[in-house]
């Protein structure tokens, strides 16, 4: 089994940032019911201003070729997409458990 966790920084105004971060959200966790490698996902907006990063997401998948699968599934490509234009920055993390 794979944690696959990434983080987003945003680019805008504080109160951008977080329209995005919210519709971004709610299309990351509809993503389980679109995509059956996807077997639970966690996406949380940072509420502490003080911090640079918006979003964090924790999605668990079976294999490292489920994150690939499900990284290039459309509608995960299409929930990016909201994001696309305004992210500065992405980090990730992948690992077995």
Not at 33 to 60: C, F, H, K, R
Request: charged fraction near 25%.
């Amino acid at each position: 089994m794979v944690k696959h966790i990434v983080a987003f920084k945003l680019k805008g105004t504080p109160e951008s940032r977080r329209r995005h971060a919210t519709d971004f959200k709610a299309a990351l966790e509809a993503l389980p019911e679109e995509i059956d490698v996807l077997q639970a996902i966690e996406v949380g907006i940072n509420e502490n201003p003080a911090e640079s990063w918006d979003i964090v997401l924790t999605a668990t998948l079976p294999s490292m070729d489920d994150v690939a699968v499900y990284a290039s599934h459309p509608a995960h490509v299409a929930a990016a997409a909201i994001i696309s234009d305004v992210r500065e920055s992405r980090a990730c993390v992948d690992y077995e458990i």
